[in-house]
């Protein structure tokens, strides 16, 4: 039997959920205001301004697409979310961002990793 695996659509629900829960608990005014504009606007500015270039991309199941930027060494971040008609709204930003390594999902069964 093999453990279930989470689809992408629901890990970028959960990971949109959870932007949206820290967002709601943080407690400072500029952190709860989200900024929409163009994507390119969007992406030029943080560039520009924080020298935040995308390090992580996923695409929700209704067709957003969920970008985290980042700093080459990770001092600042920020998440945005882009609709198909490519407005896109800030909905995150912090400082120490981190990749983590990527989990090898083929260690999930119960016979061990595959080849």
């Known amino acids: ?8 659509g629901s890990t970028l629900a959960f990971a949109a959920a959870l932007i949206a829960a820290l967002i709601a608990a ?5 952190a709860q205001q989200v900024t929409c504009n163009q994507r390119d606007d969007v992406l030029g500015h943080l560039a520009q301004k924080y020298q935040e270039l995308p390090v992580a991309v996923g695409v ?19 998440i945005i979310i882009s609709s198909p008609d490519g407005e896109a709204c800030m ?9 983590l390594p990527r989990a090898d999902t083929r260690a999930n069964t119960r016979d061990g990793p595959q080849a």
């Open 60 to 78: 929700t199941d209704r067709g957003g697409l969920v970008e985290v930027l980042s700093t080459g060494d990770g001092k600042t971040w920020t």
């Open 91 to 99: 909905v995150a930003a912090g400082e120490g961002w981190r990749a």
């Open 26 to 30: 943080s407690a400072g005014a500029a």
């Open 1 to 8: 039997m093999k453990i279930a695996t989470a689809t992408l």
